[in-house]
């Protein structure tokens, strides 16, 4: 996490309703620790703490 810059999208595990299954959520990060992604719990697109997340973190990727 500590390579991570604004622009790059962010992966992280996700639990699925349906038990037993992996799902993975995506967000652009956006700087200064934060990430811009739709959330399913609050119903909206929303600005988080990447920090937050950093147990289910998988990766970030940078697209050129």
């Known amino acids: 996490m500590r ?13 699925s309703r349906l038990k037993g299954i992996l ?8 700087g200064r620790g934060y990430f811009i992604h739709a959330s399913s719990s609050i119903g909206k697109v929303c600005i988080s703490k990447l920090k ?7 990766s970030a990727v940078r697209v050129f």
């Open 52 to 58: 937050k997340f950093k147990k289910k973190f998988v």
């Open 23 to 30: 799902g993975y959520h995506f967000g652009i990060f956006v």
């Open 3 to 15: 390579n991570v810059k604004p622009g790059d999208i962010v992966c992280f595990k996700s639990s």
